[in-house]
């Protein structure tokens, strides 16, 4: 028998949703945390890209992470299922948290009773984190430093759900050394798309692992994390050099980041007219008289350069540090008297894009574009769209990120999508910023990019990817789509789940 507040999710329900039949599932209280108010519908129809508006019908404040799995096996229970997005932090930039008339988690709810955050040790892990899927990776890297330790790797910006960067791979400059976030999780709590709350791992229900890393939210939401800790080093040796050619720039970051005794982290960026050397990635790095450097020889280079940045961990015993990282750049081939450097602390490396909360305008959008794309085919790419599209047309507006990852840190079993066959794959970051009147111009670009690199074969894949038809997905997912797909009837078979990526669920469309 349904109990009266389960009854009052049916009415609600049957008004908005039109199924039938009354769940037998024991909810207390779950209608006191299910919001259909303007503001709960406002705050999660849109996200950080403020390029479309997908509205829910409710918005779901979990206290337990038993409300989720009551809420899941709600809609199992109907005739038609509605869809279910977990929200972490929306800084997705395509919908991809919406639940466009289902109903949005607001998964940072779980975290505010109190610290989902609990650092261990034990004999066979060594030392990790238990963290709830809601918490954002800066107050992970706040608790472990407490007890010197840290993650290995990590995004550039860490005002992130662990359950939303997880969900596709996390990267950064750590990525090439110790792989992306995905390769650094030892187990997962996770409520299925049937609505089972289960723990995996890769020796308990390891399929289940596999497919929730870089799974797109497609077969369960994550509510705990183990992660990976290491101990903490206390300072960042921090290294920009610039170069005036792509090719010796990009097989310096190829020596660099093949080399285990090389820098903990490694990029690189374009600099060009609109992307200049500080940018909200790091606002400060360069000073004045640096930046006026750099203006001259981005001039007298016609107007492109390119930037390589390295860093080197180390603690205050390390008087070796400065030798370490000269030894490192000794024979790299960036223009004299480019290189630049700075020695932080750990925390203000790791944080240094800060928070951008109060950055969010409404009038501001960000049509990004993020590929991997082939090392064998990176000189293709640089003359059809670096220089052929992104820097003669001189549109794009925010950092452009150009930097090697290696393939052996990825885990081929996990649902994350890369370039097969090479060692080495290069990611790059387009993270336009403009006003959303003027997101077509960028929109179209990006259009261009993906036109060009399929018209001259060069075997690209995005990176937190939004496709607009099946087949794109099926292309997307490539040898592995018919695991992807066999993985989804196996753990959400009436698709209820993150119906925002468009893999499985019709498109419904409600853009601005
Ligand atoms: C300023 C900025 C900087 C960024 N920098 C990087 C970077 O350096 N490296 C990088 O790899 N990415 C980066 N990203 C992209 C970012 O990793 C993804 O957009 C990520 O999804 C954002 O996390 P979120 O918590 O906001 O997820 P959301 O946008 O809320 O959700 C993303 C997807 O994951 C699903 N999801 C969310 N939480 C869970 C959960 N607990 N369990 C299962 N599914 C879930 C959602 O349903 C949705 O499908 C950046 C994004 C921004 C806006």
């Not at 209608?31 to 997908?54: E, F, H, M, Q, W």
């Not at 374009?270 to 640096?290: A, C, E, G, L």
């Not at 944080?351 to 909360?357: H, P």
């Not at 082939?374 to 950092?399: C, E, R, Y």
Request: charged share 20%.
């Amino acid at each position: 028998m349904a109990n009266s507040s389960t009854k009052l999710i049916i009415l609600f329900f049957t008004t908005i949703i039109t199924f039938s039949i009354s769940p037998t599932s024991n909810a207390p209280d779950l209608d006191l945390r299910l919001r259909t108010d303007p503001d709960a519908i406002r705050s999660a129809s849109s996200d950080y890209g403020n390029l479309v508006k997908r509205s829910p019908h409710a918005v779901l404040y979990p206290s337990s992470e038993n409300d989720v799995v009551e809420l899941v096996r709600l809609s199992n229970e109907c005739p038609t299922p509605f869809g279910i997005a977990a929200r972490g932090h929306g800084h997705s930039v395509r919908g991809q948290a919406a639940a466009h008339g289902g109903v949005v988690v607001d998964m940072a709810s779980l975290g505010r009773n109190g610290s989902r955050i609990r650092v261990s040790w034990d004999e066979a892990l060594g030392y990790y984190a238990d963290v709830g899927g809601e918490q954002l990776w800066i107050d992970v890297l706040r608790a472990g430093l407490e007890h010197g330790l840290a993650p290995v790797s990590w995004t550039d910006y860490l005002y992130l759900t662990v359950g939303g960067t997880l969900s596709n791979a996390g990267i950064s400059g750590q990525s090439s050394f110790y792989g992306p976030q995905i390769s650094n999780v030892l187990q997962l709590d996770v409520i299925t798309g049937n609505g089972y709350l289960v723990s995996c791992s890769e020796g308990m229900n390891s399929e289940l692992f596999l497919a929730v890393l870089g799974g797109l939210g497609q077969f369960g939401i994550i509510t705990r994390a183990r992660i990976v800790l290491h101990k903490a080093p206390t300072r960042a040796k921090w290294v920009r050099l610039i170069y005036d050619d792509f090719s010796m720039f990009t097989s310096d970051q190829e020596h660099l980041a093949m080399n285990g005794n090389g820098p903990n982290y490694l990029e690189g960026s374009i600099i060009t007219d609109k992307s200049p050397p500080n940018n909200w990635r790091s606002t400060s790095f360069y000073s004045p008289s640096h930046q006026t450097k750099i203006q001259f020889l981005l001039k007298a280079n016609g107007g492109i350069l390119y930037s390589l940045e390295l860093v080197k961990y180390y603690t205050a015993t390390n008087t070796n540090i400065h030798k370490e990282v000269e030894l490192m750049i000794k024979d790299l081939r960036f223009v004299p008297g480019f290189s630049f450097k700075k020695d932080v602390p750990l925390l203000d490396f790791l944080n240094r894009v800060g928070s951008l909360e109060g950055d969010d305008k409404e009038e501001e959008a960000h049509p990004w574009l993020n590929l991997f794309l082939p090392k064998s085919q990176i000189m293709d790419f640089h003359a059809a769209v670096i220089l052929n599209l992104i820097h003669t047309q001189n549109q794009t507006s925010g950092p452009i990120l150009f930097y090697p990852l290696n393939r052996q840190k990825w885990d081929d079993r996990t649902s994350a999508v890369v370039p097969e066959d090479e060692d080495i794959f290069y990611t790059l970051g387009l993270l336009h910023s403009t006003k959303r009147s003027e997101s077509h111009v960028f929109e179209n670009l990006n259009k261009q990019i993906l036109e060009v690199c399929q018209r001259k074969g060069i075997r690209i894949k995005q990176y937190l990817p939004h496709y607009e038809y099946k087949e794109d997905w099926v292309q997307h997912y490539g040898s592995k789509w018919t695991t992807f797909q066999e993985r989804k009837a196996k753990y959400d078979p009436r698709m209820i789940l993150s119906p925002g990526q468009r893999i499985f669920t019709p498109v419904m469309e409600s853009d601005f």
